[in-house]
């Protein structure tokens, strides 16, 4: 799902049953944004197929999907883990209770009408002798909320009675430590020798033959699930088991919890390539990290794990070159008490400082921008604090961007100043460079051209001393010298520059440059054709298509409606209105769900100018009158020639 809306637009080409089972892991389960879609190239997929779709998208999940509500007409939401009395009276009578109909529903309604409720409810009670339904009466109740599952983990704590200590609670208790199938490997690092308590002492010694035999009884519970055709040697549960004995191993047995992660911990890091090129095969590494925190090795995760085999060092491999901003965000949420403000007491103070920067950056690439800035106003602080000037223009910086996307264009500045004068007081060469970049651009923004445009020339002389081998900015600084040339309408150095810097980039194969230099050239050769008055469009074309599909691969969602906008206006010139609709109705939705006040503002325009030339001029007033409205609100006067010249147009 990484192409986002490549893959949607592809799926909406055909009649296509598309079906998306268990979507909760990809949920948030934060009660600010409960249910929402974490993936962002997935969340856009699902509500571009809810927007239009001539086949059909069947998600499954136990959470509700609150990016699907703008959609009541073409979405419709079934309630399904609750079921009918009359169906739950079936499903008793099919598992051989015996009871009056009446009975039966009212033993469903004492569970909840919960489905998993109601099914091991008559598992459990075809084991006693008559399988009448009046023993459910006796299975005692849990004080937890509904929402926790209190009617389903009823009936499983009535298993682990029922069981008492032994090897079926051992098994369970081990799925516990999960929050995904477990292989067969990770399932013998944990059952080796010597036996952890209150874990996995009761299957030490069993043979093949008991061990498959226990299983067995386990999937004829229905406490585990069946096996995989594609996958036997995965064990796996219902969500709701695995929390059960998560929470239970926590709480109660805390030794055999850090055991047990410590032991997957040091399985994963084994068995994993030491520096792996795919995600696919990084996905152990992960993992490790994760356990590794949950055994409380913070600092050992953090240095030998994600730093060194992950991140590779300032490589900064997992995001720059495969573009895993999910990922890395998954990986270090494990550092923190609470998110995103609090990373763990156990780290050093300068791997609290990263973990919080690192937390930011990833959330500002996923398009939450504002959950970004709470870590990296913390970060900024507590960098400050340590009179690491150096380090801190990073975050200060990052701010400056950070506000910019939002549309606090003068809070931009303020941030850029403070990143240019820490950048000073460090003398980094780099950073000194860099910061000068960032300022400029929220310069750009608020309208001061002159200004902008004088730092930008100062900033690449810096370079030029510092780095005689590269005469010209490249990567994010020189496209952002390159977006201010072309609003100048200097195409032809923007080619020249460009052409030179993607090679750069193509030798680090760092995604998101390789991209925004596609994006520069596509933009460039679009100005050339307009000015020309040319209809050969193939170059620019060529290249905004590049742009678009590598900032999907290098996952940064702040960066993606760039291209989007860009090759809608390609396509409006073309007077393919069909095709610019469709990439200005994604930058859309990227923007507004991630607040990204500029974008929001830059959308507005070009569908000003789309409805122009559809010949829509009401509906074009209303765009201009919405982004006169957010350029006025946001200081973003860059646009103010924009809208005059579609008010004239008008």
């Excluded at 594609?230 to 030794?255: M, N």
């Excluded at 959950?371 to 975050?395: G, N, S, T, Y």
């Excluded at 050239?521 to 599909?549: I, M, P, W």
């Excluded at 209105?577 to 923007?591: L, P, R, V, Y």
Aim: net charge negative.
């Amino acid at each position: 799902m990484g192409q986002g809306s490549a893959a949607g637009w592809a799926i909406r080409e055909n009649k296509t049953l598309l079906v998306l089972d268990g979507l909760e892991p990809l949920q948030s389960h934060y009660d600010y944004e409960r249910g929402k879609i974490k993936d962002p190239a997935l969340a856009t997929v699902i509500s571009e197929l809810a927007r239009q779709n001539p086949g059909l998208c069947v998600v499954t999940t136990r959470e509700a999907v609150p990016d699907l509500a703008p959609f009541q007409e073409t979405v419709c939401q079934e309630e399904l883990e609750l079921i009918s009395g009359e169906a739950g009276r079936a499903l008793l009578r099919v598992s051989g209770v015996q009871g009056s109909d009446p009975e039966l529903e009212r033993a469903v309604r004492d569970f909840g009408n919960h489905a998993l409720a109601v099914s091991l409810l008559g598992v459990y009670l075809h084991e006693i002798p008559g399988h009448n339904i009046s023993n459910a009466s006796g299975i005692p109740d849990l004080d937890i909320p509904v929402r926790e599952g209190r009617h389903p983990r009823r009936m499983i704590a009535a298993f682990e009675r029922r069981f008492g200590e032994g090897p079926e609670v051992d098994v369970l208790r081990m799925l516990g430590l999960f929050d995904h199938p477990a292989n067969a490997g990770a399932i013998a690092a944990l059952a080796a020798a010597p036996a952890i308590p209150n874990l996995t002492e009761h299957i030490q010694g069993l043979s093949e033959g008991d061990w498959l035999r226990l299983i067995h009884k386990l999937r004829e519970e229905r406490l585990i699930a069946s096996e995989s055709r594609h996958q036997p040697d995965l064990l796996d549960a219902h969500p709701l088991v695995r929390e059960h004995f998560s929470e239970q191993l926590k709480g109660e047995y805390p030794e055999a919890w850090q055991e047990g992660n410590n032991r997957l911990y040091e399985h994963l890091k084994e068995i994993a390539g030491e520096y792996p090129d795919t995600i696919e095969d990084m996905n152990p590494l992960y993992s490790a990290v994760a356990h590794g925190c949950q055994a409380g090795r913070y600092q050992d995760a953090m240095y030998e794990v994600y730093w060194h085999r992950i991140r590779r060092r300032d490589e900064a491999f997992n995001i720059k070159k495969l573009g895993a901003f999910g990922a890395d965000l998954v990986a270090v949420s494990g550092f923190y008490y609470s998110l995103w403000d609090k990373p763990v007491a156990e780290l050093r103070e300068t791997s609290k400082a990263y973990v919080l920067n690192e937390a930011g950056f990833d959330l500002r690439a996923l398009g939450r921008l504002k959950e970004a800035v709470q870590p990296l106003k913390a970060v900024l602080d507590a960098i400050i604090a340590l009179k690491d000037w150096k380090k801190a223009a990073i975050p200060a910086g990052n701010l400056s961007q950070l506000y910019l996307t939002i549309g606090d264009i003068a809070q931009a500045q303020e941030y850029a100043k403070q990143s240019v004068n820490l950048a000073d007081r460090s003398g980094d060469a780099f950073q000194r460079m860099s910061k000068r970049i960032a300022l400029a651009d929220a310069l750009q923004q608020a309208g001061t051209q002159s200004e902008a445009e004088s730092l930008f020339r100062e900033a690449e002389e810096m370079q030029k001393e510092d780095k005689p081998e590269y005469p010209m900015m490249y990567s994010l600084q020189g496209f952002l010298y390159c977006n201010l040339l072309l609003s100048q309408g200097k195409y032809q150095e923007v080619l020249s520059r460009a052409e030179q810097t993607i090679e750069i980039a193509r030798s680090g194969n760092w995604l998101l440059d390789i991209a925004l230099d596609h994006l520069s050239l596509g933009r460039a050769h679009l100005l050339h054709v307009l000015q020309e008055c040319s209809q050969d469009f193939t170059r620019a074309k060529e290249h905004l298509n590049q742009a678009v599909d590598g900032l999907r691969q290098a996952g940064t969602q702040h960066e993606l409606p760039r291209g989007l906008l860009a090759r809608a206006e390609m396509y409006r010139a073309q007077g393919e209105f069909k095709q610019a609709q469709h990439d200005m109705d994604e930058a859309m939705t990227i923007a507004k769900r991630g607040g990204m006040g500029l974008h929001q503002a830059d959308c507005h325009l070009g569908y000003a100018r789309l409805y122009m030339a559809m010949g829509r001029n009401e509906d074009a007033r209303k765009c201009l009158d919405t982004a006169r409205e957010l350029v006025e609100k946001m200081g973003y006067h860059r646009r103010d020639k924009d809208i005059v010249e579609i008010d004239e147009q008008l």
